[in-house]
């Protein structure tokens, strides 16, 4: 079974991607996070230009609700030489939904379907779609997913939950049960993947998936795709080469602030694999110069 790396917002960039893959286990697939605008700003250029990602195949996520734009970005793709793009149905950020899109366009299927219709008859690529099961209740889900079935999705990626759930446990499984049974096209399931028990637990319940895409688990512990395939949990030493490579390569591309910025962020996940260093964290995250965060860093990792 394929394991997919999740599209996180400021996170899993060209970057992260890239290092990420060199020092770790690699995923077999990987998302960009979305694009929403027509015109691709000098971040999103360099995110998507063939120089800047070694780490293949990649698939760019698009965030649209409406089909000019879509088809336009979709273009743009096929230019850059991608051969498929992704719909993003699933973020739940509220300045995403409050604008309709995102899982804020699974409020008005009607209009949902309308414009599945116009990007399938006009993209210029194939299309896979990330999706959550509903808005604020799950009984349209049926009604939701016989719509993707009516159109040539590559493959659905389903996270279990309503926008109104954002990441709240518990994770609604019985509609991934229905779509399990019912689906016509290839089925990828996303949503809590932190631990092998957690990868062991979907794949034996769902046997036939075609993969399982995980994003905050390898923030969490960046070996666990390693661990999956049944290698030992990596070292300290694997992680600290590993954050010193995203750090100079951000700072090859940014200047010292958004770097420390972006290593903050990582950090806010990675600190659950370091319940022992609280204090050496809690500097870390209070850090306001590069010198200050290797201070702490080389606390942690002492």
């Not at 997919?4 to 400021?10: D, F, I, S, T, V």
């Not at 309503?162 to 019912?182: E, G, H, Q």
């Not at 300290?236 to 100079?248: F, H």
Request: proline share 7%; net charge neutral; with cysteine.
């Amino acid at each position: 079974m394929q394991i997919y790396m999740a599209p996180l917002e400021g996170i899993t960039g060209s970057i992260f991607r890239n290092t990420y893959q060199e020092h770790f286990y690699p995923f077999d697939k990987l998302f960009t996070p979305f694009f929403g605008n027509t015109g691709f700003n000098t971040k999103e250029m360099r995110d998507i230009e063939a120089q800047n990602n070694r780490s293949v195949p990649l698939i760019p996520q698009i965030l649209s609700n409406d089909a000019d734009d879509f088809l336009i970005i979709a273009g743009k793709m096929s230019e850059y030489g991608y051969t498929s793009v992704n719909l993003n149905l699933g973020c739940p950020s509220g300045t995403v939904t409050g604008k309709g899109r995102g899982s804020g366009f699974l409020r008005d299927l009607d209009k949902l379907n309308r414009f599945l219709n116009r990007i399938y008859r006009e993209s210029p690529l194939p299309i896979s779609i990330k999706t959550r099961i509903g808005y604020d209740t799950d009984e349209h889900w049926p009604e939701l997913l016989a719509i993707y079935n009516s159109y040539p999705v590559t493959e659905l990626i389903v996270h279990p939950r309503l926008k109104t759930d954002m990441y709240k446990p518990p994770l609604r499984l019985s509609a991934f049960d229905y779509a399990y049974s019912n689906a016509k096209m290839p089925l990828v399931y996303n949503g809590d993947i932190c631990t092998t028990d957690d990868y062991n637990r979907i794949i034996n319940h769902y046997p036939n998936l075609k993969a399982v895409m995980i994003g905050r688990g390898i923030l969490k512990n960046p070996g666990l795709i390693g661990e999956i395939h049944g290698l030992p949990p990596v070292e300290d030493a694997a992680i600290l080469a590993w954050l010193e490579a995203l750090k100079a390569s951000n700072l090859a591309a940014y200047t010292e602030t958004p770097t420390l910025f972006k290593l903050k962020e990582i950090w806010t996940y990675l600190k659950t694999h370091y319940p022992d260093s609280p204090k050496e964290i809690k500097q870390l995250f209070k850090a306001r110069k590069m010198y200050e965060y290797d201070a702490a860093l080389s606390s942690i990792f002492r």
